[in-house]
């Protein structure tokens, strides 16, 4: 009786858990929460009454844009070493290659 109460108790917490944890991102306010988490510590420096608001949303949108530029040279850096690789196994002759790669410096706009 003990093991089936024990069963119950632990089977209730796992789907509890699961439940929970897939109904946090459909949340409305749940959003909110990551976007803030983006602010790059600066929210501080408008609080301190260093910068002000207009300043803060400039800058926030400046390391934004700086990060998204980070995420895609990181992208083509690791696309360009999966095309190296295909290259040294003999999957692409060099001129396969140079016709691969041209496309995809031209996708991230890489000269």
């Keep these: 009786m003990e093991t089936v109460l024990?069963?119950?108790f632990v089977a209730f917490i796992v789907i509890?858990?699961?439940v929970r944890l897939a109904i946090n991102p459909l949340?409305?306010?749940s959003?909110?929460?990551d976007?803030?988490?983006q602010?790059?510590?600066?929210v501080k420096l408008r609080d301190i009454e260093v910068l002000n608001n207009e300043e803060l949303k400039e800058i926030?949108?400046?390391y934004s844009n700086k990060s998204m530029e980070n995420k895609e040279h990181q992208q083509l850096q690791k696309y360009t070493k999966v095309l190296s690789n295909l290259k040294e196994i003999g999957y692409f002759t060099?001129?396969?290659y140079m016709k691969r790669m041209a496309k995809l410096k031209d996708y991230y706009n890489d000269n």
């Design 94 to 96: 060099d001129e396969e």
């Design 27 to 29: 949340i409305p306010g």
């Design 60 to 62: 926030i949108e400046i």
């Design 35 to 37: 976007a803030n988490k």
């Design 39 to 42: 602010d790059y510590g600066l």
């Design 16 to 18: 509890y858990l699961a």
């Design 31 to 33: 959003t909110d929460i």
């Design 6 to 8: 024990l069963f119950a």
